[in-house]
T-cell receptor
């Protein structure tokens, strides 16, 4: 069984500040890891994913995440927050070759303040 | 890019009635579609996997007779909430896969908010 834990249901940062959203996972097999963003009343948009290879992955809108197997983590970062980054962020895990079945974390609401 | 459309985006119904939600892949053929339920301030919970031309696979604890899923074509899957009750009120989201085993080909719909009075 797989699970995802997102620490902090709400994160608030100032515009221009570093964004750090935490995600830890549990998986008995090599995982595929994902970050999705959800804007109000919209579906989920893929930010980035890790499957194999380079552990630091870059996504859209300046976000990146690093897969750390020893820490079972996949934290999402962005050097400088923008007002448009305010949204709900979900970390998700699937088994490699697991046929697209995703297990989501509980989400982190990011607030960006002036 | 790939687009998935859900309809209706919002629906209000009376207790005891049935509601149908559609999930369409607009510019690709989706061999597999997934239905999720999202409670307020909570995560997405996978309800079922819908495969074109075959019966849906439901997750543990999801009532098959309550949540009827039909994937009759490669571009359409429907979720019917039968005899809806207030506890069925939720945000329902579908996602579609064009094929392959990697979840990187999933595209999500915008969701359908169901309110049962």
């Amino acid at each position: 069984a797989q699970s995802v834990t997102q620490l902090g249901s709400h994160v608030s940062v100032s515009e221009g500040a570093l964004v750090l959203l935490r995600c830890n996972y549990s998986s008995s097999v090599p995982p595929y890891l994902f970050w999705y963003v959800q804007y109000p009343n919209q579906g989920l948009q893929l930010l980035l994913k890790y499957t194999t290879g380079a552990t630091l992955v870059k996504g859209i809108n300046g976000f990146e995440a690093e897969f750390k197997k020893s820490e079972t983590s996949f934290h999402l970062t962005k050097p400088s927050a923008h007002m448009s980054d305010a949204a709900e962020y979900f970390c998700a895990v699937s088994e490699a070759g697991g046929g697209n079945k995703l297990t989501f974390g509980t989400g982190t609401q990011l607030k960006v303040e002036l | 890019g790939a687009v998935v459309s859900q309809h209706p985006s919002r629906v209000i119904c009376k207790s005891g009635t049935s509601v149908k939600i559609e999930c369409r892949s607009l510019d690709f053929q989706a061999t597999t579609m997934f239905w999720y339920r999202q409670f307020p301030k909570q995560s997405l919970m996978l309800m079922a996997t819908s495969n074109e031309g075959s019966k849906a696979t439901y997750e543990q604890g999801v009532e098959k007779d309550k949540f009827l899923i039909n994937h009759a074509s490669l571009t359409l899957s429907t979720l019917t909430v039968t005899s809806a009750h207030p506890e069925d009120s939720s945000f329902y989201i579908c996602s579609a896969s064009a094929g392959g085993s990697g979840a990187n080909v999933l595209t999500f719909g915008a969701g359908s908010r169901l309110t049962v009075l």
